[in-house]
């Protein structure tokens, strides 16, 4: 799927971009997900701090869905426009977020 | 001995380039044949040799003498006689062409401690050993070497040389260098996605280049998180490795040991909060390079170097 699917989810866009998605990945710990994330992720977190774009950059991560309701750093954001990262967020927990995709057979 | 064959036969993919010359000691030391047995005793005594090809006047080779033959001569009270008497006559050996993989073989086939290496013209070139063969092993796979400060001289960092490539790094001009010259966490990574863009720009794959770039940010988030001082990402490629080194002058790591265990951190908490300090860094790195090497002492700094070459299924090259 395209991530442009996850704003007919209800997820809130916040940056342009689209890319390919074949998997998700649902973790706070940043090496963990380097470590464990494919290419062509959706990543659900709770991270907001602009680091989390150059996690995604160096991953393959072609988008970021922040759970539980918390808003993105405005340099997050510049940054995430700089590397053609699609960011989202969502009031929904990180559970019930990566649930819809796992719905739509996502893995 | 079973062991190492063992090894070789699961790893073989990364050696199977790996030719006999690349392995082999040389020159290597000979005997002649006219000798008298107990010279070639006092050389292996001197020199800890465990065998010795032995020549005939062209240099060419007729025999091997070991330990095992001086103990014969010794029983029957030989020792005076020339070695031609006491040697062994059926010496296998190899060219300096055949693969790592035959010589395993020949070792398993025939349970000799030493090869020597000839020429056409049957003069000896070199010899592989057993202990060529673990050097080899050990300075080709993913070995993680660990050493505090006060091993340099025995690692030779002054004048340190890639050990996979035998490349003076001191003398290379690194084909992608970075400062790490920021002490905000946040900011982590610039160097690692500068290091990734560059790679893809010469052609690498995006597969090796993930791994890479992993790597790499694990090591220029440790310089920020923990060194508190700035630091230095170089990258060299040479003779089909990519070697990525990363240093800073900062507090250094007390244990290094105790480092690399995989959920140790001494991070503070609000790095925890942001993500970080997870204690994966360091086995991030060891999963993703072929090979590394910290070098770390308290208040000295932390090198780290690691190596990437192709794994198998995977082209280094887009």
Known sequence: MRTSELENLGFKRITKGDGELKHGYTCDLLSEVMANAESDTVWFTVQSHINVVAVAAITGINAIVLCNGHEFDEETIEKAKDEKISLFTTSLNAFEASGKLYDKGLR | MEKIDDLIKRVQFYFREVTVEELMTSPVFTIHQAQATFRAKEAMRLRHFSGIPVVDERNQLVGIISIEDIIHALESGNLNAPISQNMSRDVVTLSKDELIVDVAKKFE??????????????????????????????????????????????????????????????????????????????????????????????????????????????????????????????AYFKYGVLTVRVKDEGKGIEDVDMAMHEGFSTAPDYIREMGFGAGMGLANIKRCSDRMMIISERGKGVLIEMNFWGRENENIRA
């Open chain 2, 109 to 234: 086939l025939h349970g000799f401690g030493r090869f020597p290496v000839i020429d056409e013209k049957k003069r000896v070139i070199g010899i592989v050993t057993q202990h060529d063969l673990i050097t080899i092993l050990l300075s080709k796979l993913s070995i993680l070497y660990v050493h505090d400060a006060r091993r340099e001289p025995f690692v030779h960092v002054d004048n340190y040389r890639s050990i996979p490539t035998g490349v003076d790094l001191k003398k290379e001009v690194p084909e992608f260098q970075f400062d790490i010259d920021y002490m905000d966490v946040s900011l982590s990574g610039i160097g690692a996605s500068k290091l990734k863009k560059f790679l893809r720009s010469k052609g690498f794959s995006p597969k090796f280049v993930k791994r890479v770039a992993i790597a790499t940010y694990e090591a220029e988030t440790n310089v920020v998180i923990h060194s508190g001082s700035t630091g230095i990402i170089n």
